[in-house]
């Protein structure tokens, strides 16, 4: 006899609507799970649908005179098992056969594409929160790039400045050189010892000058021995260093520093000149 | 709609979505720290420049004379060369230079009096101080008694001291 909680719906259940295709087959045996093992072989001919689309659910309806055992087979589409709402693993669908209401309780269908889509799922979740990360760690980047830029930028800055004080000081420090190559201080004090080691004494200075590394001493009176001068790197000259001349200086004896100056004999010279080269 | 209820397509899209979104910020990170590593070598580069810059620009000319602002740098060498003994009668600044670094070459022209030994100090004293001042002109004529009349044009490393301003005149 069939299972009266199998055949009829609940009392307080919707009223019975056929959700399922429903196939009677007749099998010898009693065991639901080998009737279910039957139809699973079965599926082929006994859905109007392809086997892969379609789940299948057995109910015992009774036994026949033939001896065998009548099962309500109910078939249902993956597709409204999958949209039916959530009841637990099973999902229950009301079918008829022979005008009457069998209640069909299907598995919740485990495919393989819902198992993806659980991966898919897992994976959109994670792949939204690494996404907020790296978004996080962008914006950090971002702010340290800023960061560094700004004070490249500066240092560039510093840089540039820098530069140009370095090309000045370069330029000075070139002049500044070459001019303490030639003018030495240094031969001020040689002149003046040369003078008083040439007389053998002290010696009347009338004036001094140096300029551009050259040094003309001349002398209040003419010296006692010009050739230890000359020794001593003080050349006579005939043209008056300093602003006053030398009085009564007659001309054609020694060569002149300047076209058109008197010339002045080595004898009477009173300005000696000297180089920090020629200076001993 | 719970996930579980939402259609395939969707889902598919959703996570294609965020899949796109994690390769495409990745992908700038990996640019970024890229750019930042660039920027952080250039400005490590940049801080070596500017530190041998620093350095040769400190070496400078050379060392100062003396360190005074602008409006007393003619007063202070005035009494240099005073204790030198040379009487001075008048220091004028002729041309002043920056030489780096708060260093100022300044061309000075002093008049004065002075007997042959302090002319001799004076010659003596700039030998000492050559990289700081070089004797450019020195003319002394000699008077009757004994000292000269002197200039001298003497041109020197002064150190301006920091925020130093010449006093309103």
């Known amino acids: 006899m069939p299972n009266p909680a199998e055949t009829e719906p609940p009392s307080n259940a919707p009223p019975p609507q056929d959700e399922v295709f429903v196939r009677a087959v007749d099998l010898p045996t009693l065991s639901l799970r080998q009737a279910r093992a039957a139809v699973a072989q079965q599926l082929d001919i006994l859905s109007p649908l392809p086997p892969a689309e379609v789940a299948a659910a057995v109910v015992l309806i009774g036994p026949t005179e033939a001896g065998l055992h009548r099962y309500a087979v109910g078939l249902a589409p993956l597709r409204l098992l999958a949209e039916a709402p959530a009841e637990g693993r099973s999902v229950t669908l009301i079918g008829r056969l022979d005008g009457e209401i069998v209640a069909f309780r299907f598995d919740r269908p485990r495919t393989g594409i819902g198992g993806a889509g659980d991966w898919i799922e897992i994976a959109t979740i994670a792949g939204a929160c690494l996404a907020i990360l790296l978004a996080g760690a962008n914006l950090r980047v971002d702010r340290e790039i800023d960061a560094v830029q700004a004070r490249l930028d500066a240092t560039d800055a510093l840089v540039q400045q820098r530069s140009h004080e370095v090309a000045q000081v370069a330029r000075v420090a070139g002049a500044w050189r070459a001019a303490a190559a030639t003018r030495k201080a240094g031969l001020v004090d040689c002149a003046l010892t040369s003078l008083v080691k040439a007389n053998a004494g002290p010696v009347r200075v009338a004036g001094l000058a140096m300029a551009g590394g050259q040094l003309t001493a001349r002398l209040a009176d003419p010296p006692v021995d010009p050739a230890a001068l000359k020794a001593l790197g003080l050349a006579p000259v005939a043209t008056p260093a300093v602003q006053t001349s030398v009085a009564g200086a007659p001309a054609g004896a020694e060569p002149a520093s300047a076209p058109g100056e008197a010339a002045v004999p080595l004898a009477l010279a009173h300005d000696f000149q000297t180089s920090a080269a020629a200076c001993r | ?169």
């Open chain 2, 1 to 169: 709609m719970p996930m579980t209820q939402r259609p395939t397509a969707l889902r598919v899209s959703l996570a294609v979505l965020a899949l796109a979104a994690t390769l495409a910020l990745g992908v700038r990170l990996g640019l970024q720290l890229g750019a930042l590593n660039a920027a952080n070598g250039d400005l490590a580069d940049a801080q070596r420049n500017a530190a041998d810059l620093q350095r040769t620009a400190r070496q400078g000319v050379g060392p100062p004379l003396f360190e005074a602002s602008s409006a007393d740098a003619a007063d202070v060498l005035g009494q240099r060369l005073q204790a030198l003994g040379l009487a001075v009668r008048k220091t004028d600044v002729a041309a002043a230079t920056p030489a780096g670094r708060d260093l100022v070459l300044t061309r000075f022209v002093v008049e004065g009096r002075g007997d042959p030994a302090a002319v001799d100090r004076l010659a003596l004293w700039a030998e000492a101080n050559a990289r700081s001042a070089i004797l450019e002109q020195l003319t002394a004529n000699a008077g009757d008694d004994g000292k000269s009349d002197l200039k001298i044009e003497l041109d020197a490393l002064v150190r301006s001291p920091p925020f130093a301003k010449a006093p309103a005149s």
